[in-house]
């Protein structure tokens, strides 16, 4: 399989060596990490070792082909812009996959392309940008990919049974759309606190009123994400919530890592998005949006 990842960080190169394996796989990614990466190699360490050469362009213009399947990897916030570059090499079979953290980006996928071209995914592998050309993966998960309208087609079943083979743990969801709300809620709580407090996932559940306010947040975007029809509990989703915290305690969340390099976060695509929807349905988003202000405080 043509395999095409645009936004090549650390889940996108982590992916892409491992698929690398069995496909023919190429990344977009920053000119730094790409440079690396033709010279030397992508190198993975820690959880995963692997070296391996594989093609990277810091733009699309270099592609000549279209993919058979083109991950979408970039952070939330640039989802319209990797979409309108990337059309140019999307054909009328290649398949779109986001692989994203937040919401809304299908959203911004449907308005550039038909749906059933779309399908969706989510990870809770965790890893980190090193240096250039070099990806820790700190904690192993799981992936759970689905069509947007919850069937089970060849294609999706393929790209399942692909990425087994290439040793990324997946699983088909009829409700992906679902499972995305679930990731996103899950987010809601560990990302923000994590960066605020400047510290790992686990410290979270060390400390009683940081675990109290996991709660809290859980609480609330589960609430909202019931009343704008997703089915799910808060129950299950403090018990999801506080399974991941454990899993990946020694981790430093996504946002985190994004603060400490200066970069932009998430915080809009994920609390944000959360508020929005709680706005539709009129229901309060107190612990969400002091999650927004807090993050967006911090980095002015």
Known sequence: MKILIFGAGSIGSLFGA?????????????????????????????????????????????????????????????????????????????????????????????????????????????????????IIHTGIGSTIIGELNGKETERIKDIENNFNNAKIRTNISQNILNEIWVKAIINSSINPLTTFFQCKNGYLLKNLVLEKLVEKIIEESTSIAIANGIN??????????????????????????????????????????????GKKQNIKSLMNEIMVYSIKNIIR
């Open 18 to 134: 491992m698929l690398s394996k069995d496909n023919e796989v190429s990344l977009i990614g920053r000119k730094a990490h790409v440079k690396a990466i033709n010279r030397t190699g992508l190198v993975i360490k820690d959880k995963t070792n692997l070296k391996v050469k594989i093609a990277a362009y810091d733009n699309v213009e270099n592609i000549s082909y279209f993919p058979d399947l083109l991950i979408i990897t970039v952070k939330a916030y640039d989802t319209k812009s990797a979409i309108m570059q990337a059309k140019k090499i999307i054909g009328p079979d290649t398949t779109v996959m986001s692989l994203q953290n937040g919401l809304g980006n299908i959203e911004i996928l449907k308005k550039k392309l038909s749906s059933v071209q779309i399908i969706a995914g989510i990870t809770t592998h965790g890893a980190m940008f090193s240096e250039p050309g070099i």
């Open 232 to 277: 799910i509990s808060v129950e299950d989703m403090i018990k999801k919530t506080k399974h991941v915290i454990k899993s990946t305690k020694e981790n430093y969340s996504s946002m985190l890592q994004s603060l400490k390099k200066g970069k932009k976060t998430e915080i809009d695509s994920i609390n944000g998005k959360i508020v929005e929807f």
